[in-house]
């Protein structure tokens, strides 16, 4: 399911997400909606009906009037996108075209409730949320959403999906989120799969787990050549950068805890950084939406 709120670089995305359910053999929604309460929450950094800031409500209406515009012209930029799109690339996916003025929470639960197994897929760039930035409050959505989230850089257009990044801390879930990426993934072929963990210290026991977690790994996982790579920085986003400037990876996938080693990597800014700065599609899981 595809998440559009804005027609910056729409086809782009659009294009991506084609590529994506050929690749894995899905069918793909594609929704644009037109979210009142997020532009409101978006213009004044809290909840709609709050305290009038001086000039707010001239910023919203200017922001409102914008996004309506982008949102009636929407449904036919997408249809000709798309059009565009299988005169170039002529493929087998089923699809579906909506634009809804809705909760945009509500438009992915409904259909997560109808298909069952949804991936979400969203850029990394939005129109009204953080206007000064341009950059969504991914970890709000990922907390409330119930289905793994697919960060897409929003000048990509295609990308392959046969060599995947899993940044493990150790967590219970990482063998529920690593099997259900497999699972999610079994439409294509010839997947590497690499599992990466920092270890701050090269100590007995911090090597201890990495060896064990390997093995749990090669016990429970299957459909994608394996392979471990661990790193000794000071922190997650070093090491991952280190790692990727000589690597070529198609997907980072992580697990979002609510508490431990990950917890500071989706602070806002550090969000921000692995989102946008990596320049890589990134695969989120969330803990409480694993079963």
């Given amino acids: 399911m595809l998440l559009l709120d804005t027609r910056k670089n729409m086809e782009n995305l659009i294009c991506s997400a084609f590529s994506l359910s050929n690749q894995l053999k899905r069918k793909l929604k594609i929704v644009y909606v037109l979210d009142i309460h997020w532009v409101g929450t978006g213009v004044t950094g809290g909840e709609l009906g709050g305290p ?25 930029e997408m249809r000709k996108t798309v059009a565009k799109y299988f005169e170039k690339y002529p493929q087998n996916v ?10 945009r929470l509500d438009v992915v639960s409904k259909t997560v409730k109808r298909e069952e ?30 289905c793994p989230v697919l960060i897409i850089p929003d000048r990509t257009q295609a990308f392959s ?64 050549h394996l392979k471990f790579e661990h790193a000794n920085e000071k922190n997650v986003r070093d090491a991952l950068k280190k790692y990727l400037t000589n690597e070529s990876l198609d997907v980072i996938v992580i697990l979002k805890e609510k508490k431990g080693f990950f917890e500071d990597l989706f602070s806002s800014s550090e969000t921000h950084y692995v989102l946008t700065h990596f320049d890589k599609p990134v695969l989120i899981y969330h803990e409480e939406n694993l079963k």
């Fill in 52 to 76: 009038t800031v001086p000039g707010i409500s001239e910023t919203y209406m200017v922001v409102e009037k914008s996004i309506r515009k982008d949102f009636e012209q929407a449904e036919s």
């Fill in 94 to 103: 089923h699809y579906e075209i909506e634009v809804a003025e809705a909760n």
């Fill in 117 to 146: 197994d949804v991936l979400l897929l969203m850029s990394n760039y939005n129109t009204y949320s953080g206007l000064s930035t341009g950059t969504i409050n991914y970890p709000n959505i990922i907390d409330k959403v119930p």
């Fill in 161 to 224: 999906l046969n060599n995947y990044l899993y940044a493990t801390a150790f967590h219970a879930e990482d063998l529920k989120a690593i099997k259900h990426l497999s699972e999610t993934t079994a439409g294509a072929d010839g997947k590497n799969l690499t599992i990466f963990h920092n270890m701050e210290t090269l100590d007995f026991e911090s090597k201890l787990k990495w060896i064990g977690f390997k093995t749990l790994v090669k016990d429970s996982v299957s459909g994608f």
